[in-house]
């Protein structure tokens, strides 16, 4: 007999010997001295001496009763929730284990990692050597860039995911590489001014297209085929007809009149504005708000490689393959953006919200001038506007800067000398750049291409990710508009050139990094009319407008980088401080709708928003209408008796919100 914790537990032996005992407060204790010599627990009783007699006696050598532990864990394990599963139910949100909260979500969570097919995979399947150690590393490299919290299934599905963006930002930029030489050739170089207002007007029109698409009944995914397919077929009629010796490159009489050239300008023009803000909306409708905090930066960093791959097959293999094959090449990147979507949705579907709202009823359409009526009503997608377009009126300053300083520098550098063609004789004086300073411009202008994409890339894969999980999403916010800030600062008091060059690169690469990512993911707590039609006019032309601006700004002070640079500096550091202002409200606004659930631009949340507003309060108040649970109340009560006999329950039955 051993006395623990107030009673008496009771051991079997197989065999009965004499005992010497000792009183100890009131009850038996075996004599220490012989306890390493027999069983120190015998039993005196009729029923004991029977059950020893029909046990066989082990070997001594052999036997095992003295490893037997009287740790009290070894005695409570009957108090786990399993064994109470016939007496208590433990269904509910939340219920009390020995005084610890714990959360019904924690049984779905391991359910979902026994359902992992990866950690269940039989071990004969498992990789070895080489292979097993590139994954293992590779495994580490996401947890570290993207954090353990993701699990790496949803890192892959993103990555599936980017590939679509990485065809398509690829296509593009191979297209726009070809755009100003195509239209050059055929049109002349005073077309290009004329072409850039007609591309508004065509894209005002495709954009008018993609909004009726929108209201019908058309899954999203699905525009991705329409719109690929319907480029794929203008961009491979553009290659062929650019092999024509009448309208194509081998005429090489430039005429306003040929229509080719400005087919090409729009259409390409018009495919960065629509099919890129189509992908960014779709993503915000299928990638959730935690995966998009860890992930955009993988998607980023995707498109970063086809933005850099474009450029450079143009400038290898202009000359061996011609224009109109590669101008087929970026048509044929057309078909690999819509097979990359297929092989997403069929792999992984489509998002809740878009089957949510497939599954709607219908409601009465509001018309291609939705996403502007969204825009004025409500102030959080005015914020999502100056954070995705305003910065570009800095940018826009600065860059203009950096060429007119570049323009000086290599002018002094390769100066303009007479009787070459960029010397006028009537005045004698140089009117442009020699053919040595033109060269100089070029290749500065490719290594700030280059550097900008590269240091654009190597931010976005490493540094995104880790920047939002670090900082948060309202720090993170504010951190793109004080670089701005302070850039501009930097500009004002030290305007050299290879310093604006150092702040172009810097602003640049943040604004790919830091900046789109986290504009995308204020997208999350919207409707889908935000995401799709309120996003395509600001996407669109937010961003012509504020480039727009920005030009205004530099063509008011653009008779010298002196002037240039005192007044434009300061249009910068204005915009500069309205987006940190800006940045806190929008982080502020994020937080309250994400914590609350409310949506932006929901029919339900527009009619009558106090109703939700009210409910929400009444959930989060204590006093509001409210009943007993009896069943959580028995659950209470039966786990709270088993704490202890000899502690009384104090706690109260739990109230319950219904």
């Known amino acids: 007999h051993l006395c623990i914790f107030g009673k008496l537990w009771v051991f079997p032996t197989h065999q009965p010997t004499q005992q010497q005992e000792t009183r100890c407060s009131g009850h038996k204790t075996c ?7 027999r069983d120190p627990f015998p039993m005196q009783s009729e029923q004991a001496a029977k059950l020893a007699a029909s046990v066989p006696a082990p070997d001594e050598e052999k036997s095992t009763w003295t490893q037997m532990s009287t740790r009290f864990e070894s005695f409570t394990k009957k108090l786990t929730p399993s064994s109470l599963s016939q007496k208590v139910s433990l269904t509910g949100s939340k219920k009390k284990k020995f005084g610890k909260d714990y959360d019904d979500d924690d049984d779905d969570d391991d359910e979902e990692r026994d359902d992992d097919d990866f950690l269940n995979r039989p071990l004969g399947s498992q990789p070895t050597g080489p292979l097993a150690f590139i994954m293992t590393q590779l495994t580490r490299l996401i947890r570290r860039l993207y954090g353990d919290s993701i699990p790496i299934s949803e890192v892959i599905r993103v990555f599936v995911l980017s590939l679509t963006l990485f065809f398509m930002i690829g296509g593009y930029w191979l297209l726009r590489s070809l755009k100003d030489p195509v239209l050059t050739a055929l049109c002349g170089v005073e077309a290009i001014p004329k072409a850039k207002m007609a591309s508004v007007l065509v894209v005002l029109g495709v954009v008018s297209v993609y909004n009726k698409l929108l209201d019908s009944s058309l899954p999203k995914h699905k525009l991705f085929f329409i719109f690929g397919t319907f480029y794929f077929g203008m961009f491979a009629g553009i290659a062929l007809m650019l092999n024509d010796k009448q309208i194509g490159l081998p005429n090489e009489q430039p005429d306003p009149r040929r229509i080719l050239g400005w087919v090409s300008y729009c259409g390409i023009e018009s495919f960065g504005s629509v099919m890129v803000s189509l992908f960014w909306s779709f993503a ?8 998009a905090k860890a992930c955009y930066g993988l998607l980023v960093a995707t498109a970063q490689i086809g933005s850099i791959l474009g450029p450079v097959i143009v400038k290898n293999y202009a000359e061996t393959w011609g224009v109109p094959t590669l101008y087929f090449l970026g048509a044929v990147a057309m078909l690999l953006l819509q097979g990359t979507m297929y092989m997403y949705v069929s792999i992984y579907g489509i998002g809740s919200a878009e089957k949510k709202q497939e599954g709607a009823p219908k409601k009465k359409k509001a018309g291609v001038l939705e996403g502007l009526y969204l825009f004025w009503e409500h102030n959080y997608i005015k914020g999502i506007f100056a954070i995705s377009c305003l910065f570009m009126v800095e940018v826009t300053i600065v860059d203009f800067t950096m060429k007119v300083l570049a323009k000086e520098h290599f002018s002094e550098l390769h100066p303009c000398l007479p ?13 442009g750049l020699s053919a040595d300073a033109t060269a100089s411009f070029t290749r500065f202008m490719g290594l700030f291409g280059q550097a900008t994409n590269t240091l654009s890339f190597l931010m976005s894969l490493l540094g995104t990710s880790a920047v939002i999980r670090t900082l948060g999403l309202r720090l993170t916010l504010l951190l793109f508009p004080s670089i701005c800030l302070i850039s501009i600062i930097y500009v004002r008091f030290s305007p050299t050139l290879y310093t604006v060059f150092a702040v172009m690169i810097i602003l640049k690469a943040s604004s790919y990094a830091l900046n789109n990512p986290t504009k995308e ?3 999350q707590p919207t409707s889908s009319a935000v995401k799709y039609k309120a996003k395509s006019w600001i996407d669109i032309f937010g961003a012509r407008g504020s480039k727009a601006l920005g030009s205004v700004v530099t063509n008011a002070f653009s008779d010298s980088a002196t002037n240039l640079v005192a007044n434009g500096s300061l249009v910068g550091m204005g915009v500069a401080s309205f987006l940190i202002w800006n940045a806190r409200f929008m982080g502020k606004k994020f937080d309250e709708f994400t914590s609350s659930g409310f949506v932006v631009g929901e029919e339900e949340n527009e009619n009558e928003n106090g109703g939700v507003h009210m409910a929400i309060k009444q959930n989060e108040e204590i006093d509001t209408s409210c009943a007993l649970d009896d069943q959580d109340d028995d659950n209470e009560v039966a786990e709270s008796e088993l704490e202890g006999e000899n502690q009384k329950v104090k706690d109260e039955p739990e109230i319950t919100m219904v």
């Open 31 to 37: 004599n220490k001295d012989e306890m390493a010599d």
């Open 284 to 291: 915000n409708s299928n990638v959730s708000l935690e995966s």
């Open 419 to 431: 009787n070459e063609s960029c010397w006028d004789n009537l005045t004698n004086t140089p009117t």
């Open 521 to 523: 993911i204020l997208y």
